[in-house]
């Protein structure tokens, strides 16, 4: 929604006499709310999934050149992840937003992204709460050291810091994490 929308809606608001700074965002916010949905991926979802984790890596690493093509992304994610993983989808209007593979036999938060447009929204923790569900066993993820807001993340929903490695794929330092429910937050 555009400046001028939440302008006249805050206006709209002030002619009522209602609420002060905070509760009039609070309001906006609920009224232009999207609905989340979390699905399984399917087949058909290969294309959309890729280019929104290439897209999404690509912008949260913008100095970076990740060494592997776009091709052997889209082969790592159908032969791996499609394989060994569960992966759920999120989707706003029909849209894949974000998405997160989860390797249950390993206990392994493989990947987690979501659209660089729709985040601080809710949906990565929707999806991450999905995993602890399926995992009451627990958790471990590596997340690169340099990727402060993904970190800052996991933290706040009860991840750990168990060591340091370096990243197989793009030979950037790691960080490794863990969850259990004993660790856990409640949010």
Same mark, same amino acid.
């Given at each position: 929604m555009g400046c001028g929308?939440?302008?006249?809606?805050?206006?709209?608001?002030?002619?009522?006499?209602?609420?002060?700074? &905070?509760? %009039?965002?609070?309001?906006? %916010?609920?009224? &232009?709310? %999207?609905?989340? &949905?979390i699905r399984s991926y399917k087949p058909s979802d290969l294309e959309s999934v890729v280019q929104l984790w290439y897209k999404t890596w690509h912008q949260t690493f913008p100095h970076l050149q990740h060494p592997q093509a776009y091709s052997v992304w889209k082969e790592r994610f159908s032969h791996e992840f499609v394989r060994d993983g569960e992966i759920f989808l999120a989707e706003v209007e029909k849209q894949i937003v974000g998405f997160i593979v989860l390797i249950k036999d390993k206990q392994v938060l493989s990947q987690l992204f979501i659209d660089e447009k729709y985040q601080r929204q809710g949906i990565g923790t929707k999806l991450l709460n999905r995993a602890k569900?399926?995992?009451?066993?627990?958790? %471990?993820?590596?997340a690169l050291r340099e990727n402060i807001k993904a970190r800052a993340f996991y933290e706040r929903h009860g991840f750990k810091i168990a060591g340091f490695s370096i990243n197989e794929f793009n030979g950037q330092p790691n960080v490794e994490y863990y969850w259990t429910p004993e660790n856990a937050v409640s949010h």
């Open positions: 929308i939440r302008a006249l809606f805050v206006g709209f608001l002030d002619g009522l006499g209602w609420g002060g700074e &905070t509760e %009039k965002r609070d309001v906006f %916010k609920l009224f &232009t709310m %999207k609905v989340i &949905t569900a399926l995992s009451p066993q627990g958790l %471990k993820l590596d």
